[in-house]
Structure formats: structure tokens, C-alpha cells
């Protein structure tokens, strides 16, 4: 009985990559962010150039980024979708260039079967899917052909319409309703749990208060025994705290205060925009933890 405890721990502290690499969130893992749009929340339009995107995930892997997530598609409150071939011509042409000299593990942020399938023959590793495999039918069966990790995010409605009255009447409760529905249906599918991540999707159909909720009580989603993944980065709840609403790169202190919680009570993955930032602020929580 202990054995097996033990083997359900070791487990839910891992991530097995298809090439058998494995990530161990036992440490706090950051996961880069490069939005190839022209018009994502904070960095739309920064990366739209192919060599310009390639020499930001060179950056933020000098600077200790363990993931480098690679979006072809805003997700921003109120955007629209783009078509399957614009998004292709903007992610694949990166993951190669990125491949070529590192071997840190890709992210493709997409909902689109095909784009993921493309993505992963490209080099991509892991796909993040802020739908959960609900957008695209076919988007299971690319994760479980694959045997890629995969990102479940907890999203009310689409991006165009989520923030348009988002309510719930107990935010915690509906989100592990909503974990327990996806993770039955990957599991149906041999997804097994050493390749699912949790995210419970800050900002994504939440109210200031759901978001708050969803931090302070991440502990709770542990009953999954699956990493859990938070992006606070520099997004409107913070601006909605601190009184900057208008400049999402100006809210980095917000980004690193809400993410220092968020491991605190139990994140394993912090995804964000400002990798070397996050990962000093993590090196003095570790520090202090070590001497507590």
C-alpha cells in the first residue's frame, strides 16, 4: 500500500514527454509566453515577425525558462478566431527555428487539432489547449496519438464573449466539476494523468473575486493528482487591484506577487511574459523557504 503511494506521488510530481524526457514539478517550472498575433492582451503584435519571435524564445531560454509557450491565436477577452492556415503560417515556422538550437521543451497554445498535430511533427512537446479538447473533437485523439502532455483550462463560454457577465454560484465547486468531466473523458481515451495539467484559467469567464478565490484556494485542485498551471501574468485582475488598467507590461509586480502565492499554495507551472523577473522572485521564495 505504501509502494503504491508512493508511485501515485512520484507520478503526479512528473510530466512525460512523448521522447521520454520527463519534467519534474517538484520544482516550479516557468513557461514562457510568446504571442505570434497582432493582437494579444500584452504583447500583440511584438512578435508577429518570425525573427523577432525566434530571438524572445532565445531570450527567455538564457534566462531560465523551462517551457516556451507559442500562440498563434489571441485568446484576449472579446478576439476573434482566426483560420486554421494563418495560425499554422504563424506557429510552425518558429517551433522549427526554435528546434534547431534547443532542445527546451515547446508548448503549441492552440484549439485546433491540426494546428496541434502540425505543431508536435514540427518539435512542439506539450498542447495547450484553453478549451480542454472541447472546440475540436478531433483535438483528443491528436493528444492521445501523440502521447503529448496536455494543458486543460477551465474557460466559461469563448474568448469573444467570456468576460460579458461571467457568474457562477460557487466558482470552486463548478471549476472541479468541470476537471473531473475533462479528465474522465482523456481517461477514456488512455490519456493518462502523468500527461495532463490542470489550469483553472485566470481570467477566462472570472470575475476579480473568482479569480482571487482561484488562488488562494489552488491547494484544493490538488485532489486531482495533476500539475497545476496558472497564468496571472499582467493580466486585468491586477490592474483592476493596483490602479494600472491601461499598461499590461507596467503590472509586473502584481505578475510576481500573484505568482509567488500561486506557488505557494501549490502551482507547479507558472506561465508568464517576464521569465528572468518570475525566476529571481522564485530563487528568493526558495531561498527563504529552504530557511524556514
Known sequence: MLSMVNQ?????GEIRLANGHILDTRRTLVMG?????????SDGGQYLDADEAVAHAHRMISDGADIIDIGGESSRPGSDPVDEKTELDRVIPIIREI???????????????EVARQAVLAGADIINDISALRFDREMVEVVA???APVVLMHMLGIPKTMQVDPSYADCISEVMQFFSERLHHCLNYGITKERIILDPGIGFG???QDNLTIISRLKEFKTFECPIMLGTSRKSFIGMISGEKDHPESRIGGSLASALIAIMNGA???????VAETIEAIKIHRALKEIG
Open 145 to 147: 496519438e501523440n502521447r
Open 99 to 113: 528546434r534547431d538550437f534547443s532542445d527546451t521543451p515547446i508548448s503549441i497554445d492552440t484549439t485546433k487539432a
Open 8 to 12: 501515485l506521488a512520484h507520478r503526479a
Open 268 to 274: 507547479n507551472i507558472i506561465r508568464v511574459h517576464d
Open 33 to 41: 509566453v510568446i504571442n505570434v498575433t497582432p493582437d494579444s492582451f
Open 206 to 208: 472570472k470575475r476579480l
